[in-house]
């Protein structure tokens, strides 16, 4: 299984709102990593998980929240978002972070619109 | 910034014309990867390239890679209308623990 899902592919929230979203891998990778993606923009790293702890935070906003339950999932949890977060959200995972070669399998992504 | 710039921002062919993208990037990189985007979907990964390596071939893809220069090419041979999408190059740094980078990224429209 070489596939990473998303859940829900759509989403629209209030700015009072409270949401998560999901990702699920099942390759055994021990790497996981959220990407904020703006129209017509390259992906921006959000965070990344190795073996299941937080190891990169790139200074995101703290209405955003990470959760790595276990090695296959990997959720953001969405509190108090602004209009402006609205974007596609990715979620990818590769075998490791620091292995030399690793090239970084994405799921379909959640759209997020925020009202 | 690790950041690539590539080039053409934009790129329509004919059908079965070969497509060319360019990306330069800024510091050492350990290696050099290409995905391809369709319309608001996720990234999917073509090929990578090492740091010393100079060309690869995977299919209808050639990549190259310029380590003096920091750059990389993508050619697509032969295009297909079901090539049309966003090509993105990201290069991940070399030593220790890298993100990978991607560049600003090329729309490809491939006209049957």
């Known amino acids: 299984d070489t596939e990473v899902t998303q859940t829900p592919k759509h989403l629209v929230m209030g700015m009072t709102n409270k949401k998560s979203l999901k990702c699920e891998q099942h390759?055994?990778?021990?790497?996981m990593y959220w990407y904020k993606q703006k129209a017509k923009k390259p992906p921006e790293l959000m965070f990344v998980?190795?073996?299941?702890?937080?190891?990169i935070n790139e200074s995101v906003p703290s209405r955003f929240s990470p959760e790595c339950p276990n090695s296959s999932l990997l959720n953001l949890h969405l509190h108090a978002l602004q209009p402006e977060d609205s974007a596609l959200y990715l979620c990818?995972?590769?075998?490791?972070?620091?292995?030399?070669?690793?090239?970084?399998?994405f799921g379909p992504g959640t759209r997020l619109t925020v009202l | 910034s690790q950041q690539g710039e590539e080039d053409p921002q934009a790129l329509s062919i004919q059908e079965g014309e070969n497509a060319t993208m360019n990306c330069s990037y800024k510091?050492?990189?350990?290696?050099l990867q290409w995905y391809r985007q369709n319309s608001g979907r996720g990234l999917v990964h073509l090929i990578l390239?090492?740091?010393?390596?100079r060309e690869k071939h995977s299919g209808r893809l050639r990549v190259t890679l310029d380590t003096s220069k920091k750059s990389s090419s993508l050619l697509i041979t032969a295009s297909r209308a079901a090539d049309t999408a966003s090509y993105f190059c990201?290069?991940?740094?070399?030593?220790?623990?890298?993100?990978?980078?991607f560049g600003t990224g090329t729309k490809l429209q491939v006209i049957p």
């Open positions: 390759m055994g990778h021990r790497a």
């Open positions: 990201a290069t991940r740094g070399s030593g220790g623990y890298q993100k990978v980078t």
């Open positions: 510091t050492s990189i350990n290696n």
């Open positions: 990818a995972s590769s075998q490791s972070v620091t292995r030399g070669v690793s090239e970084q399998f």
């Open positions: 998980y190795s073996y299941e702890k937080l190891s």
């Open positions: 390239i090492r740091s010393n390596e």
